[in-house]
């Protein structure tokens, strides 16, 4: 539906623009929200004179937009989730692109007493015992799997035992931050969305460092096999500079106030 929506809006605008060559990538809210795309796609056009349309999703609709066949590459960050579409065929081969972290954040007063912790099961244990407020993206996106697996590591059910403290919100990364400052809530962000995001207010981060917090990022391109229509030369062609030297390159070069938001690591 979205590819058709964009291909008719192209023919609507002139036939010149008909003819622009671009491809569909489904990705998710941490790349579109901490500027990396902003910063990324402009090169990659400027070299292949192919356009980028991105629709930034959380990593679980981002997937299943590309399921529908409605995306010709989706570049995302949850693996269990990432192989699982490999394995029923939808694509054609996933590579690690780059990485950076999740941080925990949390309002200055620091109600859980969990501030400068390294040990990310621990502080949410705090925050549980505590009942200190806690935004959950709650869409099914890379890092509310993230949490979610975070949670059960450190012995909490939170669908059994989450109450008025935990506030789900169905929300991507950006919105549940100002979410979490309302509220003066503890949130699990990527690192790249909180160094990018403005509207901090109280917040800031409470616990980062620790391995659990380790936050990778895959590529793959849609299988023309299940879903014909894909472009399957554009959309290779966009994988393939992603994971090169020139890609891996400028992915490191994107940065906020001197820190690198991202770490490239394509093999």
């Known amino acids: 539906m979205i590819r058709r929506l964009l291909s008719v809006a192209l023919l609507a605008a002139s036939p010149a623009l008909a003819q622009e060559k671009f491809i569909v990538v489904a990705s998710t809210t941490s790349t579109e929200q901490s500027g990396l795309f902003g910063y990324l796609l402009p090169v990659f056009q400027t070299k292949?004179?192919?356009?980028?349309?991105?629709?930034?999703?959380?990593?679980?609709?981002?997937?299943?937009?590309?399921?529908?066949?409605?995306?010709?590459?989706?570049?995302?960050?949850?693996?269990?989730?990432?192989?699982?579409?490999?394995?029923?065929?939808?694509?054609?081969?996933?590579?690690?692109?780059?990485?950076?972290?999740?941080?925990?954040?949390?309002?200055?007063?620091?109600?859980?007493?969990?501030?400068?912790?390294?040990?990310?099961?621990?502080?949410?244990?705090?925050i549980k015992a505590a009942n200190a407020p806690f935004v959950s993206r709650g869409d099914n996106s890379g890092t509310h799997i993230a949490e979610l697996d975070l949670w059960k590591l450190a012995g909490i059910d939170v669908a059994k035992d989450k109450g008025s403290w935990y506030r789900d919100t169905g929300q991507g990364m950006g919105p549940a931050l100002n979410t979490a400052g309302a509220m003066n809530a503890y949130i699990l962000s990527d690192r790249g969305t909180w160094l990018s995001f403005k509207n901090r207010g109280e917040l800031s981060i409470a616990v980062e460092g620790d391995r659990r917090l380790f936050n990778q990022y895959g590529i793959m391109l849609v299988s023309p096999l299940k879903h014909?229509?894909?472009?399957?030369?554009?959309?290779?062609?966009?994988?393939?500079?992603?994971?090169?030297?020139?890609?891996?390159?400028?992915?490191?070069?994107?940065?906020?106030g001197g820190e690198q938001l991202f770490f490239p690591n394509a093999k």
Request: proline residues 4%; charged residues 30%.
């Open 48 to 126: 292949t004179g192919i356009q980028v349309r991105v629709v930034a999703l959380g990593t679980g609709q981002a997937l299943d937009l590309a399921r529908r066949g409605d995306a010709d590459v989706v570049f995302v960050h949850a693996r269990s989730a990432e192989e699982k579409f490999l394995a029923e065929g939808h694509g054609v081969r996933r590579f690690d692109v780059m990485y950076n972290d999740f941080v925990l954040i949390g309002p200055k007063s620091d109600p859980a007493k969990i501030s400068g912790g390294k040990d990310i099961l621990e502080g949410l244990r705090k």
């Open 228 to 256: 014909p229509n894909v472009k399957k030369d554009l959309g290779q062609a966009f994988v393939d500079w992603v994971i090169s030297p020139e890609g891996q390159e400028a992915i490191a070069g994107y940065k906020i």
